[in-house]
């Protein structure tokens, strides 16, 4: 899923959860639990990520 993608399911900001998963994945380069895409149009997002990977991130965020 995407930033934008989690951000609607989650009812938070999108840039919220975008800084937040931009400071995950550079604790995790490995890139085993998210992806970039190369061939993107304009409106698509450049990362996806495994939701179960990040599950932790995004529980800290809808915690609060």
Do not use: T
Not at 7 to 26: F, S, Y
Not at 45 to 52: A, D, L, S
């Amino acid at each position: 899923m995407s930033a934008g993608d989690l951000a609607a399911v989650l009812h938070l900001g999108a840039e919220v959860i975008r800084k937040r998963l931009d400071r995950w994945r550079k604790q995790h380069p490995e890139g085993g639990d998210w992806k970039e895409q190369q061939d993107r149009g304009p409106r698509e997002p450049q990362y996806v990520y495994r939701v179960g990977a990040i599950r932790d991130v995004l529980a800290d965020l809808v915690a609060g």
